[in-house]
């Protein structure tokens, strides 16, 4: 039988990731089912029920997820890699019903720009990025790349996009930067040959293409804005030639000036639909349902080197937050729509009445803390808002925005009457949790920005620190907020403030390699502890006793209080710093989270790591214990919000 030093790691369970990777092109997809939905967070593939939110997960990456593909039967899903500079990015087929791999290749360098199956699963073929540029197709059945080729010629822009033809799996389109191609599949020869499409003397940047569903026509969404129509090669001895640039009809208030109109910011993605209409989404947050206008315009129109007499008319239109990077439909016809901002919506194409399904923070995530004694809710913050979310279903509950700002820190009232905010700006601002309206600011709080808050429980003290090294004590009324004290004993960065139980002591984590205890009642200092290192946390053991850091010399290290003396030094993370450290109620468990991308629990007092949490693909930020110590919330710099189960016994 093991001894307790001798515990093996165990992996512990990811209940739900709360994020959508939103700048992926065509990164969100509908299973072929209709319950199930796919994209990539991180360094995984999400598949999420709709209906329940629940969530499975595709883990087997190295680095961030670039691009995801589901094949049309629903058997297979096809992801892709970003990789530093010099290595190989890898493709990794996925069985759907086991959800375990089937197949994969490492054919490109650094990045893989797009996947996509045939559609009838005979062929994958991916797309490298720019420091690989090859299209390499790779047979299904047999698992094995069948050929490959460089996917545009030297004079020429990069590829981003890949879309196989609607009813044959031996042709397929790649397009880009002042590119597009159409591919041919020699199976048995095992030879790729394209063909350059005539575009005169057009030049458009491509971010997405759609063929419709008999082949015949290809259209191509530009970041100009309008949109390519190209005749595809019906005959052998035919090639693909552009037949127009689209615009959509102007505005009335503007037929006498112009004669079409394009999009604000590109168009990003397009969605082909039933009575030769299409469904288009642009930069600046559009989804608009078109329609090939009948009339033609009064005069010739010049669009961007292009004559055409081609117009769309905007049949429907509605507005989304953030740019429009995925359009896709379920077999019924309803249209899920992706943006940027890492939102997930609805909409029936109809009427496009657009329903919020998930959101995300789309940058990094700075802190996450729970209400006291209350483990259904969860709050956090990054660049521009701090939210509230649902923990059981991962919703989103509120959100309190303050544009072009960046919040550093939050805490929540004891009696959950505040949610306590600090500000890059160096504003304090706390909000009311219910309807999300601002309770009261305190102005040049820190002339750095806040960096940490901690509240007394009685809601009557905030003490916040600063980027310039002080720490502060508020004194918070109904009307005003009055400053108690100034501590100015650090010369770094505040990076955490923690209290003990009763309000009678507080310790302030800095970047200049000092811990300092506190006495909040008289604000004197009573204890220091240095060490070499730039003290990223803090946290007090339940008894009050002893402390705990963690900071940039990668060690999980023990304290005592009375005097300041290191008990304990532990080697928690192999590679990079450690950012966050929280413990448990009953003081069994230490969790931590840093650079290395990995949580790690420890016993408390046996000093070993029993659990690691694998699914960050970025540093960890910030991490937090449940009250009911049931589930811990880790967040990340890649906007990932993860929810694991907390293990009971050891």
């Not at 990539?40 to 997820?65: I, K, Y």
């Not at 909040?520 to 339940?542: E, I, S």
């Amino acid at each position: 039988m093991a001894s307790d030093g001798e515990v093996k790691k165990k992996e512990l369970q990811l209940t739900a990731a709360i994020g959508f990777e939103g700048n992926v092109l065509s990164g969100l997809h509908v299973h072929p089912d209709g319950t199930h939905v796919v994209y990539a967070l991180g360094t995984d593939v999400v598949v999420m029920e709709v209906a329940s939110g629940r969530q499975r997960f595709l883990t087997g990456h190295s680095h961030n997820v670039s691009c995801v593909d589901v094949s049309r039967c629903g058997r297979y899903i096809a992801s892709g890699q970003i990789n530093f500079m010099g290595f190989r990015a890898e493709v990794i087929i996925w069985s759907y019903d086991t959800l375990e791999r089937y197949g994969s290749h490492n054919l490109h360098k650094v990045k893989v720009e797009a996947v996509a199956f045939s559609p009838n699963d005979v062929f994958m073929a991916s797309l490298g990025g720019q420091d690989d540029g090859n299209v390499i197709v790779y047979d299904v059945a047999t698992k094995d790349p069948l050929c490959g080729l460089k996917a545009s010629q030297p004079t020429q822009g990069n590829s981003l996009v890949l879309k196989f033809c609607s009813t044959v799996d031996d042709t397929f389109v790649t397009a880009g930067d002042y590119t597009l191609r159409v591919w041919k599949i020699h199976r048995k020869k095992r030879f790729l040959a394209p063909s350059n499409v005539t575009l005169s003397e057009v030049k458009r940047k491509i971010r997405c293409a759609r063929i419709d569903a008999v082949d015949r026509y290809l259209y191509c969404g530009t970041t100009s804005g309008d949109i390519m129509k190209v005749r595809l090669a019906q005959e052998p001895d035919q090639m693909p030639a552009l037949v127009a640039c689209l615009a959509r009809t102007p505005e009335k208030k503007n037929k006498l000036t112009r004669e079409g109109e394009s999009y604000s910011l590109g168009i990003w993605s397009m969605l082909m639909l039933p009575n030769d209409e299409m469904l288009v989404g642009t930069g600046a947050g559009r989804v608009a349902r078109l329609q090939e206008s009948t009339q033609k315009p009064r005069n010739t129109i010049k669009l961007m080197k292009r004559v055409t007499d081609r117009l769309m008319d905007e049949v429907q239109c509605n507005t989304v937050q953030g740019r429009v990077t995925t359009l896709t439909a379920d077999q019924s016809g309803r249209v899920y729509v992706g943006t940027a901002d890492s939102h997930i919506y609805r909409a029936c194409p109809s009427s496009i009445k657009l329903t919020l399904l998930r959101t995300g923070h789309p940058t990094e995530v700075k802190a996450v803390t729970f209400p006291r004694a209350c483990s259904e809710l969860f709050v956090t913050c990054a660049a521009e808002d701090t939210r509230v979310w649902h923990a059981a279903s991962g919703q989103e509950l509120l959100r309190m925005c303050v544009p072009n700002m960046v919040c550093q820190c939050l805490q929540v009232a004891a009696d959950g009457s505040a949610i306590v905010t600090g500000w890059n700006d160096g504003i304090v601002r706390s909000y009311h949790p219910e309807s999300g309206k601002l309770q009261y600011m305190i102005r040049d709080a820190h002339n750095r920005g806040v960096s940490a808050l901690a509240a007394f429980s009685t809601g009557k003290i905030l003490m916040t620190g600063g980027g310039e090294g002080q720490v502060r004590a508020w004194e918070i009324g109904c009307q005003t907020q009055t400053l108690r004290a100034a501590l100015k004993e650090h010369r770094g960065s505040v990076t955490c403030l923690r209290l003990t139980g009763d309000d009678s002591e507080c310790v302030s984590a800095s970047t200049d390699g000092s811990c300092i205890i506190w006495d909040v009642r008289r604000f004197t200092r009573k204890t220091v502890l240095f060490a070499n290192t730039l003290f990223m946390g803090v946290c007090y053991h339940p008894s009050e006793a002893q402390l705990i850091t963690c900071g940039t010399d990668r060690k999980l290290a023990y304290w005592e209080i009375f005097d300041g003396s290191l008990i304990r030094e532990l080697e928690a993370a192999q590679d990079g710093g450690l950012n966050a450290v929280d413990i448990t109620p009953d003081g069994r468990f230490i969790v931590t989270g840093g650079d290395d991308k990995l949580l790690k629990v420890y016993r408390y007092s046996e000093g070993d790591c029993v659990f690691t949490g694998v699914g960050h693909s970025t540093a960890i930020s910030s991490l937090k214990i449940s009250p009911d110590m049931k589930t811990v919330v880790s967040v990340g710099t890649d906007g990932a919000i993860l929810c694991w189960k907390m293990p009971g016994d050891v």
